[in-house]
T-cell receptor, first 111, second 113 residues
Framework: EAAVTQSPRNKVTVTGGNVTLSCRQT?????MYWYRQDTGHGLRLIHY???????QIGDVPDGYKATRTTQEDFFLLLELASPSQTSLYFC??????????FGSGTRLTVL | GEQVEQLPSILRVQEGSSASINCTYE??????FPWYKQEPGENPKLIID?????ERKQTQGLIVLLDKKAKRFSLHITDTQPGDSAMYFC????????????FGSGTQLTVMP
Protein backbone atom coordinates (compact mmCIF):
# COMPACT_ATOMS: atom_id res chain seq x y z
CA GLU A 1 0.00 0.00 0.00
CA ALA A 2 1.10 3.53 -0.76
CA ALA A 3 3.00 5.20 2.07
CA VAL A 4 2.21 8.79 3.01
CA THR A 5 3.89 10.16 6.12
CA GLN A 6 2.81 13.34 7.86
CA SER A 7 4.53 15.27 10.59
CA PRO A 8 3.96 16.35 13.23
CA ARG A 9 1.04 14.20 14.46
CA ASN A 10 -0.07 16.93 16.84
CA LYS A 11 0.69 20.63 16.95
CA VAL A 12 -0.43 23.39 19.28
CA THR A 13 0.25 27.01 18.45
CA VAL A 14 -1.08 30.42 19.37
CA THR A 15 -3.04 32.89 17.31
CA GLY A 16 -0.67 34.59 14.89
CA GLY A 17 1.82 31.78 15.06
CA ASN A 18 3.69 30.27 12.15
CA VAL A 19 3.11 26.59 11.40
CA THR A 20 4.43 24.20 8.78
CA LEU A 21 2.88 20.79 8.21
CA SER A 22 4.96 18.27 6.31
CA CYS A 23 4.00 15.41 4.05
CA ARG A 24 6.17 12.87 2.26
CA GLN A 25 5.08 10.11 -0.10
CA THR A 26 7.43 7.41 -1.30
CA UNK A 27 5.40 5.99 -4.18
CA UNK A 28 6.32 8.38 -6.97
CA UNK A 29 2.75 9.62 -7.19
CA UNK A 30 2.28 12.71 -9.27
CA UNK A 31 -0.63 14.16 -7.34
CA MET A 32 -0.57 15.36 -3.76
CA TYR A 33 -3.30 17.06 -1.78
CA TRP A 34 -3.93 18.81 1.51
CA TYR A 35 -7.37 18.41 3.10
CA ARG A 36 -8.86 19.57 6.35
CA GLN A 37 -11.46 17.51 8.16
CA ASP A 38 -14.07 19.18 10.32
CA THR A 39 -17.25 17.76 11.80
CA GLY A 40 -20.19 18.49 9.55
CA HIS A 41 -17.99 19.45 6.61
CA GLY A 42 -16.25 16.24 5.69
CA LEU A 43 -12.95 16.59 3.87
CA ARG A 44 -12.30 19.92 2.19
CA LEU A 45 -9.51 20.50 -0.29
CA ILE A 46 -7.07 23.27 0.61
CA HIS A 47 -4.31 23.00 -2.02
CA TYR A 48 -3.05 20.37 -4.40
CA UNK A 49 -0.20 19.73 -6.79
CA UNK A 50 0.49 17.56 -9.78
CA UNK A 51 4.26 17.70 -9.61
CA UNK A 52 7.32 19.33 -8.14
CA UNK A 53 7.02 23.11 -8.32
CA UNK A 54 3.33 22.98 -9.24
CA UNK A 55 0.62 24.34 -6.98
CA GLN A 56 -3.13 24.55 -7.45
CA ILE A 57 -5.75 26.22 -5.29
CA GLY A 58 -8.45 24.10 -3.74
CA ASP A 59 -11.82 24.98 -2.26
CA VAL A 60 -10.75 26.51 1.07
CA PRO A 61 -7.33 28.10 0.43
CA ASP A 62 -7.67 31.30 2.48
CA GLY A 63 -4.98 31.57 5.14
CA TYR A 64 -2.92 28.72 3.71
CA LYS A 65 0.10 28.48 1.48
CA ALA A 66 1.63 25.32 0.12
CA THR A 67 4.80 24.29 -1.60
CA ARG A 68 5.79 21.12 -3.48
CA THR A 69 9.55 21.04 -3.28
CA THR A 70 10.10 17.58 -4.78
CA GLN A 71 8.05 14.72 -6.15
CA GLU A 72 7.93 13.34 -2.62
CA ASP A 73 7.44 16.40 -0.41
CA PHE A 74 4.44 18.68 0.00
CA PHE A 75 4.22 21.31 2.72
CA LEU A 76 1.30 23.30 4.10
CA LEU A 77 2.11 26.68 5.64
CA LEU A 78 0.03 28.74 8.02
CA GLU A 79 1.86 32.03 8.41
CA LEU A 80 -0.62 33.75 10.74
CA ALA A 81 -2.57 30.96 12.37
CA SER A 82 -6.10 31.65 13.56
CA PRO A 83 -8.43 29.62 15.82
CA SER A 84 -10.62 28.87 12.78
CA GLN A 85 -7.74 26.80 11.44
CA THR A 86 -7.97 24.38 14.34
CA SER A 87 -8.65 21.14 12.52
CA LEU A 88 -7.45 17.69 11.50
CA TYR A 89 -5.28 17.95 8.41
CA PHE A 90 -4.73 15.11 5.98
CA CYS A 91 -2.23 14.87 3.20
CA UNK A 92 -2.99 12.47 0.36
CA UNK A 93 -1.35 11.28 -2.82
CA UNK A 94 -2.50 9.51 -5.93
CA UNK A 95 -1.11 8.36 -9.24
CA UNK A 96 -4.26 9.29 -11.13
CA UNK A 97 -7.59 10.94 -10.64
CA UNK A 98 -8.70 8.05 -8.56
CA UNK A 99 -7.56 6.30 -5.42
CA UNK A 100 -6.33 8.67 -2.76
CA UNK A 101 -3.86 7.37 -0.19
CA PHE A 102 -4.08 9.40 2.99
CA GLY A 103 -1.47 10.03 5.62
CA SER A 104 -2.21 9.57 9.32
CA GLY A 105 -3.20 13.17 9.82
CA THR A 106 -1.99 16.15 11.83
CA ARG A 107 -4.19 17.53 14.56
CA LEU A 108 -3.60 21.28 14.79
CA THR A 109 -4.88 23.39 17.65
CA VAL A 110 -4.65 27.19 17.47
CA LEU A 111 -5.20 28.82 20.86
CA GLY B 1 -18.91 25.76 -5.50
CA GLU B 2 -19.90 22.22 -6.25
CA GLN B 3 -21.18 20.17 -3.37
CA VAL B 4 -21.92 16.56 -2.56
CA GLU B 5 -24.74 16.07 -0.09
CA GLN B 6 -24.54 12.99 2.13
CA LEU B 7 -27.28 11.62 4.34
CA PRO B 8 -27.80 10.58 7.02
CA SER B 9 -25.08 12.12 9.15
CA ILE B 10 -25.65 9.56 11.91
CA LEU B 11 -26.82 5.98 11.40
CA ARG B 12 -27.33 3.29 14.00
CA VAL B 13 -28.26 -0.25 13.00
CA GLN B 14 -28.50 -3.64 14.65
CA GLU B 15 -25.81 -6.18 13.94
CA GLY B 16 -26.80 -8.35 11.00
CA SER B 17 -29.08 -5.77 9.40
CA SER B 18 -28.33 -3.59 6.38
CA ALA B 19 -27.16 0.01 6.37
CA SER B 20 -27.67 2.50 3.56
CA ILE B 21 -26.03 5.85 2.91
CA ASN B 22 -27.14 8.19 0.16
CA CYS B 23 -25.30 10.94 -1.71
CA THR B 24 -26.30 13.41 -4.37
CA TYR B 25 -24.01 15.43 -6.61
CA GLU B 26 -24.46 18.52 -8.76
CA UNK B 27 -22.25 18.18 -11.82
CA UNK B 28 -23.56 15.85 -14.49
CA UNK B 29 -19.99 15.63 -15.84
CA UNK B 30 -18.78 13.82 -12.70
CA UNK B 31 -17.80 10.29 -13.67
CA UNK B 32 -16.09 8.72 -10.67
CA PHE B 33 -17.68 8.02 -7.28
CA PRO B 34 -15.57 6.47 -4.51
CA TRP B 35 -16.47 5.61 -0.94
CA TYR B 36 -13.99 5.96 1.91
CA LYS B 37 -14.15 4.41 5.37
CA GLN B 38 -12.47 6.08 8.33
CA GLU B 39 -12.12 4.13 11.55
CA PRO B 40 -11.61 6.02 14.83
CA GLY B 41 -8.20 7.63 14.96
CA GLU B 42 -7.30 6.38 11.51
CA ASN B 43 -7.05 7.86 8.04
CA PRO B 44 -9.74 7.41 5.36
CA LYS B 45 -9.33 4.37 3.15
CA LEU B 46 -10.99 3.53 -0.16
CA ILE B 47 -13.45 0.65 0.19
CA ILE B 48 -15.33 0.67 -3.11
CA ASP B 49 -15.86 2.90 -6.11
CA UNK B 50 -18.04 3.09 -9.19
CA UNK B 51 -17.69 4.81 -12.53
CA UNK B 52 -20.37 6.47 -14.59
CA UNK B 53 -20.48 3.60 -17.10
CA UNK B 54 -21.89 1.32 -14.39
CA GLU B 55 -25.12 1.27 -12.40
CA ARG B 56 -24.18 -1.28 -9.76
CA LYS B 57 -21.04 -2.68 -8.22
CA GLN B 58 -20.65 -5.22 -5.44
CA THR B 59 -17.70 -6.42 -3.40
CA GLN B 60 -17.41 -8.18 -0.05
CA GLY B 61 -20.75 -7.22 1.45
CA LEU B 62 -20.74 -3.74 -0.08
CA ILE B 63 -23.06 -2.63 -2.85
CA VAL B 64 -22.86 0.70 -4.65
CA LEU B 65 -25.68 1.97 -6.86
CA LEU B 66 -25.46 4.89 -9.26
CA ASP B 67 -28.43 6.74 -10.78
CA LYS B 68 -26.99 9.27 -13.21
CA LYS B 69 -30.35 10.77 -14.15
CA ALA B 70 -31.07 11.62 -10.53
CA LYS B 71 -27.39 12.41 -9.84
CA ARG B 72 -27.56 10.11 -6.86
CA PHE B 73 -25.42 7.26 -5.61
CA SER B 74 -25.61 5.08 -2.56
CA LEU B 75 -23.69 2.60 -0.43
CA HIS B 76 -25.38 -0.43 1.03
CA ILE B 77 -23.67 -2.55 3.66
CA THR B 78 -25.27 -5.95 4.03
CA ASP B 79 -25.10 -8.10 7.17
CA THR B 80 -23.44 -5.38 9.22
CA GLN B 81 -20.88 -6.28 11.88
CA PRO B 82 -19.37 -4.26 14.73
CA GLY B 83 -16.25 -3.82 12.58
CA ASP B 84 -18.33 -1.83 10.13
CA SER B 85 -18.73 0.92 12.73
CA ALA B 86 -16.87 3.90 11.30
CA MET B 87 -17.21 7.20 9.49
CA TYR B 88 -18.07 6.82 5.82
CA PHE B 89 -17.47 9.46 3.15
CA CYS B 90 -18.83 9.53 -0.36
CA UNK B 91 -17.11 11.57 -3.04
CA UNK B 92 -17.56 12.62 -6.65
CA UNK B 93 -15.03 13.69 -9.23
CA UNK B 94 -15.32 17.39 -9.91
CA UNK B 95 -15.78 16.79 -13.63
CA UNK B 96 -15.00 14.22 -16.25
CA UNK B 97 -11.31 13.36 -16.12
CA UNK B 98 -10.73 15.66 -13.16
CA UNK B 99 -8.30 14.57 -10.49
CA UNK B 100 -10.13 16.42 -7.77
CA UNK B 101 -12.72 14.82 -5.54
CA UNK B 102 -15.54 16.59 -3.73
CA PHE B 103 -16.38 14.82 -0.48
CA GLY B 104 -19.67 14.54 1.32
CA SER B 105 -19.90 15.56 4.96
CA GLY B 106 -19.73 11.99 6.25
CA THR B 107 -21.95 9.40 7.93
CA GLN B 108 -21.11 8.07 11.37
CA LEU B 109 -22.27 4.45 11.34
CA THR B 110 -22.66 2.53 14.58
CA VAL B 111 -23.48 -1.17 14.49
CA MET B 112 -25.06 -2.24 17.76
CA PRO B 113 -24.61 -5.83 19.00
Amino acid sequence: EAAVTQSPRNKVTVTGGNVTLSCRQTNSHNYMYWYRQDTGHGLRLIHYSYGAGNLQIGDVPDGYKATRTTQEDFFLLLELASPSQTSLYFCASSDSAETLYFGSGTRLTVL
Amino acid sequence: GEQVEQLPSILRVQEGSSASINCTYENSASNYFPWYKQEPGENPKLIIDIRSNMERKQTQGLIVLLDKKAKRFSLHITDTQPGDSAMYFCAASRSSGSWQLIFGSGTQLTVMP
